[in-house]
């Protein structure tokens, strides 16, 4: 299958290689395309799905834009178990080798720049909850015997509500100050939407921690010190993640007429 050239990500020649069973976007297995001693990993995929106008109308489709972005991870993970890639969006297609390597040499030193400061580092994503039942206090067991009781029994309700949320704001900015020192970079998201992300409970804290390797179980302990801290706050620890939320526009790369589709939003790789 000749096709065009979906680019994963950018990296360093490997320490080891990659596994050999690793499906890649539509069933075809990564290979790495080195280029003045950078190294894109690539597969081939169909123009009949990945040409412009075809990717459009897919990244429509829910179940083919999850599968695809389901493979494209597994291929970033893969990466991050064996080296430091500089993941590029989902869905960055080129017409063939000549404009991947084209790309590479537009964007050189950047890359490296990147690489440099990527180097033996991992991104670790916490987020904070308050949990459903911290949100509302217990109800009463009898009915307001007047208006002013009514009235009373809101603003309780109220002021409870105010002092979970600035319990859980307190403890998250404390979480946040504490892992961002241990880290060499922070990256604060915005809240997710629960409606989005199915999680149960407010989201309060949704951070990203770039992280050496060397020093990534000592920070997992740190977070796991902090699960049982604060009665009805739920912390989530993902992770090591390839470093997405400390690249900057990876994937806007490319050469008009080399480029075979323009870049979709990545997802969350996690790490947000």
């Known amino acids: 299958m000749n096709g065009l050239r979906y680019v994963y990500a950018v990296c360093r020649p490997l320490g080891a290689p990659l596994q050999a069973d690793l499906p890649g976007v539509a069933g075809d297995p990564p290979r790495l395309l080195a280029h003045r001693g950078l190294v894109a990993v690539v597969s081939r995929v169909p123009e009949r799905d990945f040409a412009e106008e075809p990717l459009r109308r897919h990244l429509e489709d829910l179940d083919w834009l999850t599968d695809t972005a389901r493979a494209h991870q597994q291929v ?3 990466l991050t178990a064996v080296g430091t890639p500089l993941p590029l969006r989902l869905a960055t297609v080129f017409r063939d080798d000549s404009g991947v390597r084209v790309m590479m040499e537009e964007r050189e030193a950047d890359f490296r720049r990147t690489l440099d ?3 033996g580092r991992v991104e670790w994503g916490v987020k904070v909850y308050v949990e459903p ?3 509302e206090p217990a109800p009463t067991a009898t009915k307001p015997a007047s208006g002013r009781d009514y009235l009373m029994q809101r603003r309780r309700k109220a002021q409870a509500h105010e002092d979970t949320w600035q319990r859980a704001e307190g403890f998250a900015g404390r979480l946040h100050t504490t892992l961002a020192a241990r880290a060499d970079a922070s990256r604060l998201h915005p809240p997710q939407n629960p409606a989005l992300s199915k999680a149960t409970g407010q989201n309060v804290l949704n951070a990203a921690y770039l992280v050496p390797r060397a020093e990534s179980e000592e920070f997992v302990e740190i977070v796991d010190r902090t699960k049982d801290e604060e009665p009805g706050m ?3 620890l993902t992770g090591p993640w390839a470093a997405y939320s400390f690249v900057e526009a990876a994937g ?21």
Do not use: H, K, N, S
């Not at 080399?258 to 996690?270: N, S």
């Open 234 to 236: 739920r912390v989530e």
């Open 76 to 78: 970033i993970d893969a």
């Open 133 to 135: 039942e911290a949100q």
């Open 252 to 272: 806007r790369t490319g050469t008009p007429g080399d480029r075979a589709a323009t870049p979709a939003p990545a997802g969350e790789g996690e790490g947000a």
């Open 117 to 119: 400061r990527l180097e």
